[in-house]
């Protein structure tokens, strides 16, 4: 089945510890997106990627890392997670070109305390 | 930025035809209309999307205004599990890096 498997699912940790969540995709996406989600907000972006080694800043990356060293695998790193990082986070990703839709992962609801 | 706006709340009646409305009055020659829903503690699911001409396909149907500055989503028959909030969102075209614009979306009841 094709999909976007992001882990965890839910996460609570306390602040300043490093977290990873991971995101996987089985399509052979170039693209690939992490979002946050908040309420009142809606989905905002925090980093991208058009491609193996090529990653860029979203609208909110502060505080975020990402890498991209294989095609299927954009994990978002938290080195020292604070709360307002408590959020509902989303991968995303697609073809590169514009005429195709997005495929999400499921959603991490990531609660630092 | 460019944005779209949506009512925040509509509601239906199983069975029925759902009309759902969005501007986006500052779209950009290259920009893409997409929609996605949500139902509760999932992520977003795509919908359709569309850049100039009227969209089919077996969930829905988008129709885009002639000048672009604003589009439909046609649910032709709701049902139950079509309960959810919908997205309209541009997605920026060419020079952009796909970038999607959310906005808050239309949360869609669905009577029995």
């Known amino acids: 089945e094709a999909q976007v498997t992001q882990n965890p699912r839910y996460l609570i940790t306390v602040t300043g510890k490093k977290l990873t969540v991971t995101c996987s995709q089985n399509?052979?996406?170039?693209?690939m997106s992490w979002y946050r989600q908040d309420p009142g907000l809606g989905l905002r972006q925090i980093y991208y990627s058009m491609n193996v080694e090529v990653t860029d800043k979203g609208d909110v990356p502060e505080g975020y890392k990402v890498s991209r060293k294989e095609k299927r695998n954009f994990p978002l790193i938290l080195e020292s997670p604070s709360p307002n990082q408590t959020s509902l986070y989303f991968c995303?990703?697609?073809?590169?070109?514009?005429?195709?839709?997005?495929?999400f992962g499921s959603g991490t609801r990531l609660t630092v305390v | 930025d460019a944005k779209t706006t949506q009512p925040n709340s509509m509601e239906s009646n199983e069975e029925e035809p759902v009309h759902l409305p969005c501007n986006h009055s500052t779209i950009s020659g290259t920009d893409y209309i997409h929609w996605y829903r949500q139902l509760p503690s999932q992520g977003p699911e795509y919908v359709i999307h569309?850049?100039?001409?009227?969209v089919n396909n077996r969930m829905a149907s988008l129709a885009i205004a002639e000048d672009r500055k604003s589009s439909t989503l046609i649910l032709h028959r709701a049902t139950l599990r079509d309960a959810a909030v919908y997205y309209c969102?541009?997605?920026?075209?060419?020079?952009?890096?796909?970038?999607?614009?959310w906005g808050l979306g239309t949360s869609l009841a669905v009577n029995p």
């Open positions: 969102i541009l997605g920026l075209g060419a020079g952009n890096n796909r970038k999607l614009i």
């Open positions: 995303a990703s697609s073809f590169r070109e514009t005429n195709y839709g997005y495929t």
């Open positions: 569309g850049l100039t001409s009227n």
């Open positions: 399509m052979n996406h170039e693209y």
